[in-house]
């Protein structure tokens, strides 16, 4: 399975190492900050072009991914 993560802070990582124990795939991370995108990818193997700045360019790729986890703050949940 590969998932999206959006959100490359706290809960984010803790979602990806839990999903990654299962042998899920993070197919891509999307968190305005680029020095959390480059910690991210590099403790969850994250391609360099799966890297985005906003949730709203991670999703509008064609499909790649089989889940979307929304880790991003509270109050950007809809």
Known sequence: MKIIILGAG???????RF???????????????PDRLKKFSKA???L???LFTSWE??????????AVVNALPDR???
């Open 76 to 78: 950007d949940h809809f």
């Open 10 to 16: 706290g809960r984010g990582d803790v979602y990806a």
């Open 48 to 50: 360099e072009d799966r």
């Open 57 to 66: 360019e991670a999703l509008e790729k064609e499909k790649y991914a089989d």
């Open 19 to 33: 999903g990654t124990m299962e042998g899920i795939e993070i197919a891509a991370v999307a968190d305005i900050n």
């Open 44 to 46: 969850h193997n994250v």
